[in-house]
């Protein structure tokens, strides 16, 4: 537990610098401008390519000790950062500024590698937390991640929107950099036990046959994906407009703020998984809360009030760590650890491939077609009994939409016979064997 604690204080800084760089470029690149289908397509831009190395991230995970994947992990993001901080001293902010050349788009990208990269380091760690944690905490030591991940949440979005605001985009970068650095370096002499993996012979470094086996062997795992998939589907709006209809209540400044002050939900919601646990049956746990989100999603805008989305974010970071550590719990018990990589990463892969394609089609219908609907007579006569008035009512109607959809989704999984087969599984999975640890 004392490596364990030493590997997520690492990841707590990692994620934090992560965070920070990718909140300051978004809000960087809306308020320069001024285009939600702009945003959108950076939010949807790092999902898709998130999604696409999920199932070799995974693969590499497998054939690696952990330690060595989080090394890599960072020693690329440093990479990036310096590649990012040298465009911005030869280009200038003016020519990155203009989201109608090649300049915005390579700047973005490139920062897009740091952050993309960052998920391999979140797979090992969810591999590390079956390797050195015992069977019977494995759901708290789960809350702990989610506590961690809140906490980078917290402190990320109120200093990137105040380093944005205050120190430009100049010197965030340096400060993305540095810590990066520093990341890599108290990593290096923290020691994880692990025997060296075996590597499959024949197995390819996208190991897509071995992940769908390991999850097929499961009853009722490949539902699990797959609600997780159509969920994040109609995430992806949620992913595209949020940042948008927050600016549009409050300056980038205060907006960063309250991100930091609701961010305290993931710490909540993660704190309360590691002292009480999941319950026996983490399946049901994971649509309960999925419920609570989608009754969230259809209410948190229902009116533009600044302290209403203040509130339902907050109560919807509280549950979204209950639901990833309820996940990981499920998979980590189930699934046999010399494949759980493969598994993790192909679960990454096709859940998270939904969210772009939504971030990317709601951007544009949001922008050129829904909110200049809400704001002509026929919208607000149709819509402004439910949603009021307003100058962000078309985002609000999305977001009502999207919540609908996530409430009939989940009260047919709860009736579904997938549900009760997982569930059975889930009690009935042996223990993992701590066997692949050294010394």
């Known amino acids: 537990m004392r490596t364990f604690r030493a590997v997520l204080g690492n990841t707590l800084v990692a994620n934090v610098t992560s965070s920070y760089l990718w909140f300051a470029l978004t809000f960087w690149a809306y308020l320069e401008t001024r285009s939600v289908m702009?945003?959108?397509?950076?939010?949807?831009?790092?999902m898709l390519f998130t999604a696409a190395c999920g199932t070799f991230f995974g693969t590499f995970v497998d054939h690696h000790r952990k330690k060595q994947v989080m090394v890599v992990s960072s020693a690329v993001t440093l990479v990036s950062y310096a590649a990012a901080g040298a465009l911005w001293l030869l280009l200038g902010e003016e020519l990155l500024a203009d989201w109608s050349g090649p300049a915005f788009w390579l700047f973005a990208a490139v920062i897009l590698v740091g952050g993309v990269v960052e998920s391999l380091r979140n797979i090992a760690l969810s591999t590390t937390v079956t390797l050195l944690v015992p069977e019977d905490g494995r759901d708290r030591a789960n809350g702990l991640v989610g506590t961690v991940q809140g906490i980078a949440f917290m402190v990320t979005s109120v200093f990137s929107g105040l380093s944005v605001g205050l120190l430009g985009m100049g010197w965030t970068l340096a400060v993305a950099l540095a810590l990066t650095g520093l990341t890599l370096a108290h990593?290096?002499?923290?020691?994880?036990?692990?025997v060296e993996p075996e590597v499959e012979a024949g197995r390819s470094r996208f190991d897509v046959r071995g992940a769908l086996t390991a999850i097929r062997a499961v009853p009722g795992l490949v539902a699990l994906i797959l609600f997780s998939?159509?969920?994040?589907?109609?995430?992806?709006?949620?992913?595209?407009?949020?940042?948008?209809?927050?600016l549009t209540l409050f300056s980038v400044e205060a907006w960063g703020v309250v991100l930091g002050v609701?961010?305290?939900?993931?710490?909540?919601?993660?704190?309360l998984v590691a002292r009480f646990g999941l319950g026996a049956n983490p399946v049901r746990s994971l649509l309960l809360v999925n419920l609570g989100?989608?009754?969230?999603g259809m209410t948190f805008t229902a009116r533009e009030w600044a302290w209403l989305y203040v509130v339902g974010i907050f109560l919807f970071l509280c549950i979204m760590p209950v639901a990833e550590a309820a996940e990981q719990t499920i998979l980590q018990r189930v699934v046999p650890f010399r494949t759980q990589g493969r598994v993790f990463g192909f679960a990454q892969s096709v859940e998270l491939a939904a969210s772009p394609v939504s971030a990317f089609l709601i951007g544009p219908i949001a922008q050129?077609?829904?909110?200049?609907?809400?704001?002509?007579?026929?919208?607000?006569?149709t819509w402004g009994w439910l949603l009021g008035d307003g100058e962000a009512r078309g985002i609000a109607l999305v977001f009502l939409g999207a919540g609908a959809i996530v409430f009939v989704t989940v009260l047919l999984a709860l009736a579904s016979a997938p549900y009760r087969r997982l569930s059975q599984a889930y009690a009935d999975a042996p223990q993992q064997l701590e066997a692949q640890q050294a010394g």
């Open 38 to 46: 702009a945003t959108s397509i950076i939010g949807g831009g790092y």
């Open 229 to 246: 998939t159509f969920n994040n589907l109609v995430n992806g709006v949620y992913i595209a407009l949020m940042d948008p209809y927050g």
């Open 293 to 296: 989100v989608a009754v969230l």
């Open 262 to 271: 609701t961010g305290l939900g993931f710490v909540v919601g993660g704190g």
């Open 187 to 194: 990593l290096l002499p923290i020691s994880v036990p692990e």
């Open 368 to 381: 050129f077609w829904l909110i200049p609907y809400m704001d002509s007579d026929d919208g607000r006569a």
